[in-house]
């Protein structure tokens, strides 16, 4: 399998429910990224990982909490989710150099999230 | 804070006709990347542009960079029903205290072509 898998697709679940998003890439890359994207909003930024290190932390309330466990794996852990997180999530990765990349971030096909 | 703001947001247009998406953005920054997304599906790669100047084309999509104006134009030529999706422009800077690029993307350009 190649590229950046993300799994579930879809999810569904009740703001008292915990739930883990999941992403693995193929690229042989060192950053990892998780974005929101919301109807009629551009994506945002959520979190950024590089060598499993986390780099940034976009102003992501805590019920969202992130893990890399190493350079090809990254996780979302979800509790007690709002109505308003309902959205895709998107994970990316890219080769990051410490410098700006001459090389696009590389995108899953996202988890479509729905809180009831 | 850096704004990326992207016209036309909707656009509707016919087959065979010319247009151009237009994506203006709020700071320096040399390095620009345009996406594609189809509806339940994930981002594309189209075009990245390095430097001031820079152009590149892709079949009947042409993208280019003004870094002086801050802007990066989209050109659809000839366009055919395939060519429907949104499209996306993102900035890159870099992290202020973090190594590493950071994307800030346009609110995207859903694209229509009528048969």
């Known amino acids: 399998e190649t590229g950046v898998t993300q799994t579930p697709r879809h999810l569904v679940m009740g703001m008292t429910n915990k739930k883990s998003l999941k992403c693995e890439q193929h690229l042989g890359h060192n950053a990892m990224y998780w974005y929101k994207q919301s109807a009629k909003k551009p994506l945002e930024l959520m979190f950024v990982y590089n060598f499993k290190e986390q780099t940034e932390n976009n102003s992501v309330p805590s019920r969202f909490s992130p893990e890399c466990p190493n350079s090809s794996h990254l996780f979302l852990h979800l509790h007690t989710l709002q109505p308003e997180d309902s959205a895709l999530y998107l994970c990316?990765?890219?080769?990051?150099?410490?410098?700006?990349?001459?090389?696009?971030?590389?995108f899953g096909d996202g988890t479509r999230l729905s809180i009831l | 804070e850096l704004k990326v703001e992207q016209n036309p947001l909707f656009l509707s247009m016919q087959e065979g006709k010319n247009y151009t998406i237009y994506c203006n953005y709020s700071t320096t920054s040399d390095r620009l990347y345009w996406y594609r997304q189809d509806p339940g599906k994930s981002l594309e790669s189209l075009f990245v542009l390095l430097s001031n100047g820079a152009v590149k084309q892709e079949g009947r999509l042409m993208a280019s960079l003004d870094t002086k104006a801050r802007l990066s134009t989209l050109h659809i030529t000839a366009a055919v029903h395939d060519l429907s999706a949104t499209y996306f422009c993102?900035?890159?800077?870099?992290?202020?205290?973090?190594?590493?690029?950071?994307?800030?993307f346009g609110e995207g350009t859903q694209l229509t072509v009528n048969p």
């Open positions: 993102a900035v890159d800077t870099l992290g202020e205290e973090t190594s590493g690029s950071r994307l800030t």
């Open positions: 990316a990765s890219s080769q990051d150099f410490g410098d700006y990349s001459n090389q696009p971030q590389h």
